[in-house]
T-cell receptor
Framework: SAVISQKPSRDICQRGTSLTIQCQVDSQVTMMFWYRQQPGQSLTLIATANQGSEATYESGFVIDKFPISRPNLTFSTLTVSNMSPEDSSIYLC??????????????FGPGTRLTVL | EDQVTQSPEALRLQEGESSSLNCSYTVSGLRGLFWYRQDPGKGPEFLFTLYSAGEEKEKERLKATLTKKESFLHITAPKPEDSATYLCAVQPDTGRRALTFGSGTRLQVQP
């Protein structure tokens, strides 16, 4: 399984500012995903990021608000722009990896806990 | 649209008291059903993938089963360290690789 790290692990930000979250994987992966988990809620997909192509965003999420970069097969960033308190969430990076099963599973990073004041 | 419903929302057990968590799903075609464990302040930890009805997988005190409409996570003789939120997710066979998650079951096992 892939080992995923995220930076920062947590941050407290002022409204109107932006934060860039980094996701680093210990092996090359084709597909990376960014999810959001609002307080007390389950995970919601923000976008899918493939290396060499534009990210694909889910309904309700737009590139201007959540720009994503995917410069290589082991790294991605998600920026939360012009933040408001409603953006306070845990942001999770996910990748596909293999445990020897029929298909690849998805593994998650430790998350970035964002609080917007 | 894929949908996942988990029940109960919360479950409190005594140590050694076995029980089951339910995950009902609606998907046009199922590529895989995933179970994760999530501890507070951490990312989800992968437990199992089930691919077809009738399939079962086990890991320590956990056993996951799958039918065409739902999956169960059976917890046998739980211990306090099994306390966590258990998440269920589905992946369709449409080529879409992202997962659709349920809202989770918060399990508390008391000594």
């Amino acid at each position: 399984s892939a080992v995923i790290s995220q930076k920062p692990s947590r941050d407290i930000c002022q409204r109107g500012t932006s934060l860039t979250i980094q996701c680093q994987v210990d092996s090359q992966v084709t597909m990376m995903f960014w999810y959001r988990q609002q307080p007390g809620q389950s995970l919601t997909l923000i976008a899918t990021a493939n290396q060499g192509s534009e990210a694909t965003y889910e309904s309700g999420f737009v590139i201007d608000k959540f720009p994503i970069s995917r410069p290589n097969l082991t790294f991605s960033t998600l920026t939360v722009s012009n933040m408001s308190p409603e953006d306070s969430s845990i942001y999770l990076c996910s990748v596909e990896g293999s445990t020897g099963g029929r298909y690849n599973e998805q593994f998650f990073g430790p998350g970035t806990r964002l609080t917007v004041l | 649209e894929d949908q996942v419903t988990q029940s109960p929302e919360a479950l409190r057990l005594q140590e050694g008291e076995s029980s089951s968590l339910n995950c009902s799903y609606t998907v046009s075609g199922l590529r895989g059903l995933f179970w994760y464990r999530q501890d507070p302040g951490k990312g989800p930890e992968f437990l199992f993938t089930l691919y077809s009805a009738g399939e079962e997988k086990e890991k320590e005190r956990l056993k996951a089963t799958l039918t065409k409409k739902e999956s169960f996570l059976h917890i046998t003789a739980p211990k306090p360290e099994d306390s966590a939120t258990y998440l269920c997710a589905v992946q369709p066979d449409t080529g879409r690789r992202a997962l659709t998650f349920g809202s989770g079951t918060r399990l508390q096992v008391q000594p």
